[in-house]
């Protein structure tokens, strides 16, 4: 069973950066597709990045790239979500989800999930 733990989540001032990690447990980190999705209060969740598990190709929402980079770091069983240049749209609560497959941006093709870590960016 694949565990996943985000950390890196704070309050930042619009302009600014944070560093997103999610921590991978219980799988080949190799073989696993990793996204970031968000969910702000009152909205749907969102796609904000992935990762291949394969290429190590990445990919990107609309509403991020350009600002958002997404690395995987296998020696140390990680994914990080560099943000910069943030903005108070993207505040959400942050999620981390893995595959086995060679997935993208579809919620219903990642089984595993993280709990989440709260990015607030004040204007």
């Known amino acids: 069973q694949v565990q996943l733990v985000e950390s890196g989540g704070g309050l930042v001032q619009a302009g600014g950066s944070l560093r997103l990690s999610c921590l991978a447990s219980?799988?080949?980190?190799?073989?696993?597709?990793i996204a970031w999705f968000r969910q702000a209060p009152g909205k749907e969740r969102e796609f904000v990045a992935a990762?291949?598990?394969?290429?190590?190709?990445?990919y990107y929402g609309s509403s991020v790239e350009g600002r958002f980079f997404a690395s995987r770091d296998s020696a140390k069983n990680t994914v990080s979500l560099q943000m910069n240049n943030l903005k108070p749209d993207d505040t959400a609560l942050y999620y981390c989800?893995?595959?086995?497959?060679?997935?993208?941006?579809?919620?219903?093709?990642?089984?595993?999930w993280g709990r989440g870590t709260q990015v607030t960016v004040s204007s």
């Open positions: 989800a893995a595959s086995n497959n060679i997935v993208r941006d579809g919620q219903a093709e990642y089984p595993y």
């Open positions: 219980g799988g080949t980190f190799n073989w696993l597709s």
């Open positions: 990762i291949s598990r394969s290429s190590g190709g990445t």
